[in-house]
């Protein structure tokens, strides 16, 4: 009888230890992916479970997402500068903007094609950073002209790029080149002659750096100017430049998602 007992006991200590050896473990706290870098589609879709967990996300958010997700994956590299939270708002907003119905049977493998007809293609660039002393986030659509201008020796060919930026809730047009000068005077009004599609050009004042550097401008009224960006196809702009005059530039602008 004591020995049976014993025999007993000894079974049910051991099913005790086991349990603790090989039971479940409590889980950790799940780790805030919104400021991971997007790295590849396999990760991404590693991480979609919780992602859709920290921001509850809806089934048609869901499928915005993977909608662009796989259309910029193929089309550029930008989203390898761009974190989770800032791909979701993208997503979101070009959802919104589109208003697009898109049914909840699409899979999250849609081809390219597909999406070709969804969205519009764009060649607007988009990048995100975190200053680390004050954690503000700095957002920034960049897009570059159609062709290159032709400066005098030594710059020679250079393309223009239009930067839309939000930085410590101040917001931004910038136009630069990378090897030039624009014709600025200082302390002086100056603008540049700016037309959207087939409306009519207009004269849009602008600021020189502070830092006295001559290679960008700052666009006056730039909130006006994304919005006229939006819903706009073509962009041509007129401006000046150092011991080179008046230069045109044009730009295809459409597909610009901007909510800042």
């Known amino acids: 009888m004591k020995k049976g007992l014993l025999i007993g006991l000894a079974i049910l200590v051991a099913l005790i230890l086991l349990g603790v050896i090989f039971g479940k473990r409590p889980t950790s706290t799940s780790k805030d992916l919104s400021a991971k870098l997007y790295q590849n589609d396999t990760e991404f879709k590693n991480d979609l479970k919780e992602l859709t967990t920290q921001f509850k996300l809806s ?36 959802c ?6 898109l049914s909840a049977k699409e899979s999250f493998s849609n081809t390219a094609d597909t999406l070709n007809n969804a969205f519009v293609k ?44 939000k930085r410590r809730k101040e917001t931004d047009v910038i136009l630069s080149i990378n090897e030039g000068q624009f ?14 599609d087939d ?15 001559s290679n960008y401008i700052f666009l006056n009224a730039p909130q006006k100017f994304i919005a006229q960006i939006k819903k706009s196809k073509k962009l041509l702009i007129e401006a000046g430049f150092y011991q080179d005059g008046l230069k045109q530039i044009d730009f295809d602008i459409e597909g610009l998602v901007w909510d800042k």
């Open 199 to 213: 409306d009519k050009a207009y004269r849009l004042n602008y600021s020189e750096a502070a830092d006295g550097s």
């Open 122 to 165: 764009t060649k607007w660039l988009y990048d995100s950073s975190v200053d680390k002393m004050t954690s503000d986030v700095t957002y920034t659509a960049v897009i570059q002209s159609n062709s290159d201008i032709q400066l005098h020796s030594p710059y020679g060919a250079t393309p223009v790029n239009i930067m839309i930026r």
């Open 59 to 94: 089934e048609k958010q869901i499928q915005c997402l993977g909608f662009y997700i796989s259309y910029r994956s193929k089309n550029d590299t930008a989203l390898k500068t761009m974190t989770y939270a800032r791909i979701i708002e993208a997503a979101d907003s070009l």
């Open 96 to 101: 919104k903007t589109r208003n697009e119905d």
């Open 183 to 196: 014709y600025v005077e200082y302390n002086s009004p100056q603008a540049v002659l700016v037309r959207f």
